[in-house]
């Protein structure tokens, strides 16, 4: 089983970055996926979820109206748009998914200057 995200890296205030997360050695299609974050010195918080056909999104608070968490179930993929991107946002974004069993990418750090 992997998890392998991509797309973070240095981005100015205001901003934008998509990131990826490719998934292989499951059934991708019946596992929900999520999006986490750790900032420094913090505890890993949930960014947005996604239900294993993409019907059904959820966000954390603070991401609302910037984040878009999408899925493209035939590429086994799992993406995070992130628009308006604030230095509080800076972090390491983990991959989840969630199903009979559950998995953890190895992160994609962001960093978003002042």
């Known amino acids: 089983v992997r998890l392998v995200e991509s797309g973070g890296g240095l981005v100015q205030s205001g901003g934008s970055l998509r990131l990826s997360c490719a998934a292989s050695?499951?059934?991708?299609?019946?596992?929900?996926m999520r999006w986490y974050r750790q900032a420094p010195g913090k505890e890993r918080e949930l960014v947005a979820h996604?239900?294993?056909?993409?019907?059904?999104?959820v966000y954390a608070d603070p991401m609302k109206g910037r984040f878009t968490i999408s899925r493209d179930n035939a590429k086994n993929t799992v993406y995070l748009q992130m628009n308006s991107l604030k230095p509080e946002d800076t972090g390491v974004y983990y991959c989840?998914?969630?199903?009979?069993?559950?998995?953890w990418g190895q992160g994609t750090k962001v960093t978003v200057s002042s």
């Open positions: 989840n998914a969630v199903g009979r069993w559950e998995y």
């Open positions: 050695g499951f059934t991708f299609s019946s596992y929900a």
């Open positions: 996604i239900s294993s056909a993409g019907g059904s999104t």
